[in-house]
């Protein structure tokens, strides 16, 4: 019985061992050539898990990503060398989901997409001159354009309001000129 007892003691332990050595996670380290660290991560079972660091070679963090299982889930932030925020992303199982926004290096957002749960832009999406006004602003429904697509000069004034349905172009177009008056006119069949 104690012979047992000891033998399925060892059995347990080497069990526990070899399920530790699988699931052994480690630490991932890269720098630079002038020894400022550039990435810091981990890994588990050599696939990136948590959170993963990026940094440019003065050693000022550019990007932060999380991984589950090798692929990016959850969000992810990206930053000019100024500390400014650059990007902000969601991640799901590696798919680019939900809101992308990027911003300028003055802080202004560039641009804004809405993606669906199966990474396909769904909904609004909208672009920024440098200095903050409105270039473009549209929709999409199932990575097509849809919808009314109005786009804008960098004075502010519209240029052109555009119709699409499920990505073909319906309607009347319009295209204007920066003191708004009308350029010209297109018409397209439903």
């Known amino acids: 019985m104690i012979r047992n007892i000891i033998s399925l003691t060892i059995l347990i332990s080497f069990i526990a061992s070899c399920s530790m050595v699988l699931n052994k996670t480690k630490e991932y380290k890269e720098l630079y050539s002038n ?4 990435t810091v991560g981990t890994l588990k ?8 660091l990026y940094y ?3 050693g000022v963090k550019i990007r932060e990503e999380n991984y589950i299982d090798d692929k990016l ?9 100024n500390g400014q925020i650059q990007t902000f992303e969601k991640y799901h199982e590696g798919m680019l989901v939900d809101t992308f926004k990027v911003w300028n290096k003055n802080g202004k957002m560039s641009s804004l997409i809405v993606r669906g749960d199966n990474g396909v832009e769904n909904g609004v999406s909208k672009s920024w001159y440098p200095n903050g006004i409105l270039m473009q602003k549209g929709y999409f429904h199932n990575g097509l354009l849809d919808s009314v697509w109005e786009e804008y000069h960098d004075n502010g004034q519209l240029s052109s309001i555009k119709h699409y349905n499920k990505g073909d172009k319906v309607g009347k177009w319009i295209y204007l000129q920066e003191n708004g008056d009308t350029l010209k006119t297109e018409e397209y069949k439903d």
């Open 56 to 58: 440019n070679s003065n």
């Open 35 to 38: 020894g400022e660290l550039k």
């Open 73 to 81: 889930t959850g969000e992810a932030y990206s930053w000019y060398e």
């Open 45 to 52: 079972k050599n696939k990136k898990t948590g959170c993963w």
